[in-house]
């Protein structure tokens, strides 16, 4: 199949991206002859999601296959999600989290109640997140929220009683969007999801980044470190001596994939599968994009077929140039959020039972 019949294959039913790498969710499906662990998905039933450590790799596996099944078929009429209501409570800017969170609830038949912007709650006036979670327990099903403060999870949960997703706590972590990272892995390589993935197959991963305060590196480390048998080595390039942080030191500890970190991005570049860079590091109230030296381009000494991944927003980190590229996996990253976002929320919010075929 030519790249222009993949492109009209996957804009129907679903649209997806414009460009760099399309992703055929089947071949996922078809890895497991369509089975999906529905017992993993019914363990999330009610659960927050706050951090991805409360996940294994059976239950990421397990999400990724109902993101595909969703983004295979059309289950609209369905209603999956009709009656329920989700509060995106956005108090830190969002283009990806938030619009892929509400277009995941309606596409679903949910409803929801959008706080894009923090400052037109009553946190204006100095009222707490603690007062504002008690609210939230009589108008909504279930809680999305990013907020710039990484202690912001507790002070909510002080009074929330419904679920809580994680959608981004400061330099805290971003489950979701390491959910969304793995689909895009596992869709690209669907035999990463096998314990036992051939060894020639196994990635090299390198993470560009800090992910002590780049949560969204930090998460989908964090996520990676559950994929002994698919990461063949982990290399972290950072322009910090220990740019790991307090909460995955003892993960990394016990993991069994060998892990370097290095400063030169050019000594390892053409060894890298798997180049995964982010650009904003968090550091307390303020943030800062990643060092200029750092950047990914078309004349980078990229190994041919490895792929470059970015949660994205970028900056200069990140040329446009590679965009129509095969190494352009960020845009597919990008694409699968709805569908994973969906899966989520239908196991949390205990509608599985509404996905025919599963
Ligand atoms: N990836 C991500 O979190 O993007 P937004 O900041 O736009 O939500």
Redesign the pocket.
């Known amino acids: 199949m030519n790249t222009e019949e993949q492109r009209s294959l996957a804009l129907q039913p679903n649209a997806s991206n414009s460009k760099g790498q399309l992703l055929d969710p089947q071949r996922l499906l078809d890895v497991t002859d369509g089975k999906i662990d529905r017992e993993a998905l019914e363990a999330l039933a009610g659960q927050s999601i706050l951090n991805p450590r409360q996940f294994d790799r059976r239950t990421v596996v397990a999400l990724a296959q109902l993101a595909a099944l969703l983004e295979t078929r059309n289950v609209e009429m369905e209603k999956p999600l009709d009656g329920k209501i989700a509060i995106t409570a956005f108090f830190?800017?969002?283009?990806?989290?938030?619009?892929?969170f509400e277009s995941a609830l309606l596409r679903l038949d949910g409803k929801v109640l959008s706080v894009p912007d923090g400052q037109v709650t009553g946190i204006a006036k100095g009222e707490s997140l603690a007062d504002i979670g008690e609210m939230f327990n009589t108008y909504g099903d279930i809680v999305i929220m990013?907020h710039p403060d990484t202690n912001s999870i507790e002070e909510i949960q002080k009074n929330l009683q419904r679920p809580l997703i994680n959608?981004?706590n400061g330099s805290g972590h971003?489950p979701t969007?390491a959910l969304?990272d793995w689909y895009a892995l596992l869709k690209w390589r669907p035999e990463l999801c096998r314990p036992d993935c051939p060894p020639e197959r196994r990635i090299h991963l390198g993470i560009i980044g800090t992910p002590g305060s780049m949560r969204?590196v930090k998460s989908f480390l964090r996520l990676s470190l559950m994929f002994a048998g698919a990461v063949s080595k982990i290399t972290l390039v950072s322009e910090m001596a220990d740019p790991v942080g307090l909460d995955l030191t003892e993960p990394i500890e016990q993991s069994p994939i060998p892990i370097e970190v290095t400063n030169d991005v050019q000594k390892v570049l053409k060894e890298l599968d798997v180049v995964y860079v982010n650009s904003i590091a968090f550091l307390g109230d303020s943030y800062r994009n990643l060092d200029g030296r750092y950047k990914l381009e078309l004349a980078s000494d990229l190994k041919p077929g490895a792929v470059v991944m970015h949660?994205?927003?970028r900056n200069d980190e990140l040329s446009e140039d590679l965009d129509d590229t095969d190494h352009n996996l960020y845009f597919a990253q990008?694409a699968g959020?709805v569908f994973v976002r969906q899966a989520l929320l239908v196991s949390v919010l205990q509608r599985l039972n509404r996905i025919s075929d599963l």
């Not at 830190?92 to 892929?100: F, G, I, N, V, W």
């Open positions: 830190e800017a969002s283009t990806r989290t938030r619009l892929s990013r959608a981004g971003h969007q969304i969204a949660p994205l927003a990008a959020a």
